[in-house]
């Protein structure tokens, strides 16, 4: 239950909080862990090695005592040793004195040693303690260091030290150990406050401009000031705007290129219509109205038909069938419906098929394709021109070409010339009844078919489209 309470606490807190929470207790728990360490390794190496210090003078002092007959000597060494050393040392022939108040006299009511320390001295052990002095009240290290001639205790050498002195050069370490902890901390919270600034600014920028993109205002970016997973993020935040702006931006053209196509016609066939109505006109000006209307009602039908193929063939749901189809009886049987606008223009058509090219693919669609191009060959082809389609198969792929004489598309204008609407001469078009959408759909249907289109022109020489459908092999066709 507490997990799940602090749990539903954290949930409501910001992510600025929680970043500093977690810098936070992150480094309070390293400097924790530092000065515990520092503690625990002053304690085993320093303290221990004047443990073993006072081990080893005490064992000096002892052998020097039990070597020398002059005790005299002795007595020099161990006065030597206390000048030249940190601790102070009590030398006594009678080891009851430790256990008793002595060598103080009655200026202590207690004792250096306890009963059990005095009886491992009678065992010849030697005896370490930290414990309080009973004279000067302050906490020692003491090491008792048993005499023994045989198996009789003669004497015992208690060596000891205030701890204070001890812990004295830790003094020093203590103050580093605070400065490097203050250091520590700012530094901690320097960085926490720069990687929290590198994580919140983006990501609250992202908040500020995702509720302008959901008013519809789709023109501000991030700026990406590193490369780690937060500018990562910042860039695809970028990419995701500007494809949203794309996107808007088409859309809001698409309206006003479907606005404007509607508007011509919807105005014609509303003024005429009202003419009619109004019954003020004779009979042949009714027929040729008429005439109009029908010629605009058509165009609008081609319009929505055009925009419903877009529409579908744009999507991923369009139903695409996958049949084997003999490429240039295709081609055949799509120019054989033009030979009278061919014969209007009195413009000569040039065929060269691979009869044995076979592809994969929808009948319909595909014819679809080259009528559309076709068409537009003819269209701005002028009299008396050429129109050359060529079919070969090279690498693997059935090529088709189609080759006209027209007037030839801008060099500037061919990247877009495959765009919903896109017109290159825009006030002759929609006289010559285009829409621009007709290259949008062959595209698409050639992409569909996986399949390639490619365009190159020459204004003033005329313009050549190329497609490339995967062949299909004999063992595909029949296997």
């Known amino acids: 239950m507490a997990i799940n309470s602090i749990k539903k606490r954290l949930s409501y807190i910001g992510l600025r ?3 500093w929470l977690t810098i936070a207790v992150v480094s309070i728990i390293t400097v924790m862990i530092t ?12 303290v221990d090695k004047q443990k073993d210090l006072l081990h080893l003078q005490g064992e000096n ?28 040392i009590i030398f006594t022939e009678d080891p009851m004195k430790l256990s008793a108040s002595l060598p103080y006299g009655d200026m202590a009511s207690e004792t250096l040693i306890t009963f059990e320390e005095r009886q491992k001295l009678l065992s010849g052990e030697t005896v370490t303690m930290v414990r309080q002095h009973p004279v000067f009240k302050q906490d020692i290290l003491a090491v008792a260091i048993p005499l023994l001639e045989g198996d009789v205790l003669s004497g015992a050498i208690f060596l000891y030290m205030p701890l204070e002195d001890v812990y004295a050069p830790f003094g020093s370490i203590r103050y580093v150990l605070a400065g490097l902890a203050a250091l520590m901390v700012l530094l901690v919270v320097w960085s926490g406050r720069k990687i929290a600034a590198q994580m919140i600014q983006p990501l609250k920028k992202m908040e500020m401009i995702s509720g302008r993109m959901a008013a519809g205002d789709f023109s501000k970016r991030i700026e990406v000031s590193s490369s780690d997973e937060i500018g990562s993020l910042a860039q695809s935040f970028n990419l995701l705007a500007k494809s949203l702006e794309e996107v808007e931006s088409n859309r809001r053209e698409f309206l006003q290129n479907v606005s404007h196509e509607l508007r011509t016609p919807l105005s014609y066939m509303r003024g005429y219509t009202e003419a009619l109505l109004e019954g003020v006109i ?9 005439r109009i209307i029908h010629k605009e009602t058509a165009r609008l039908t081609r319009l929505v038909n055009d925009l419903l193929d877009l529409a579908q063939l744009e999507g991923d749901s369009y139903p695409m069938k996958k049949e084997p189809i003999p490429f240039a009886q295709l081609v055949m049987d799509v120019t054989q419906r033009f030979k009278l606008p061919l014969e209007k223009k009195k413009i000569h058509l040039g065929i060269e098929l691979d009869e044995e090219a076979i592809i994969e693919g929808d009948p319909d669609r595909l014819e679809q394709v080259i009528g559309n191009l076709l068409d537009n060959a003819i269209r701005y082809t002028p009299e008396h021109g050429g129109i050359l389609i060529n079919m ?15 007037r030839g598309i801008p060099k500037e204008d061919l990247e877009n010339i495959m765009d919903r609407f896109y017109r290159v001469h825009k006030s002759r078009t929609r006289n010559e009844g285009g829409f621009g959408l007709g290259l ?8 569909k078919h996986g399949g390639t289109i490619d365009i190159s022109s020459t204004p003033g020489k005329g313009t050549a489209i190329s497609l490339a459908f995967r062949s299909m092999s004999f063992e595909d066709e029949y296997f």
Request: proline share 0%.
């Open 282 to 290: 004779d009979t042949e000006e009714r027929q040729a109205y008429l």
């Open 440 to 447: 949008a759909i062959v595209r698409q249907i050639v992409l």
């Open 392 to 406: 070969k198969q090279s690498g693997g792929f059935s090529v088709l070409e189609i080759k006209d004489t027209g």
């Open 35 to 46: 000065i515990g360490l520092t503690f625990y390794l002053y304690e085993t190496l320093y």
């Open 61 to 88: 002092l002892k052998e020097a005592y039990l070597e020398e007959a002059d005790k005299g000597r002795f007595q020099e060494l161990m006065e030597w040793t206390e000048r030249n050393s940190e601790a102070d």
């Open 17 to 19: 909080q929680k970043i």
